[in-house]
């Protein structure tokens, strides 16, 4: 029984010794900064480039959507001036 206790004790201790060494270095920095909600730099740069490029990708929709308003319209006003034409030529 005693030896079961040593063994338990020695574990304890390296596992503590180990812990305290993982933790001190930069896996233990970012738990912290995690448990802090502080956001690493490259995440709050990526989260940065995805907001311009949804509000780029807006923009271009909205131009887009403007383009084939006036396409219609002009395609409208064209058929509208061919129509005269066609009916005078079929009398």
């Given at each position: 029984m005693e030896s079961l206790a040593e063994a338990l004790i020695a574990m304890f201790i390296f596992g503590s010794v180990?812990?305290?060494?993982?933790?001190?270095?930069p896996l233990g920095k970012a738990l912290a900064?995690?448990?802090a909600g502080r956001?690493?730099?490259g995440e709050a740069q990526a989260r940065d480039l995805a907001e311009l490029v949804t509000g780029?990708?807006?923009?271009?929709k909205l131009r887009l959507a403007e383009l084939e308003e006036r396409q219609d319209f002009s395609d409208r006003m064209l058929a509208r001036q061919r129509q005269p034409d066609r009916l005078s030529e079929g009398s």
């Open positions: 180990g812990g305290t060494i993982v933790l001190r270095g900064d995690r448990i956001t690493p730099k780029e990708l807006e923009d271009v």
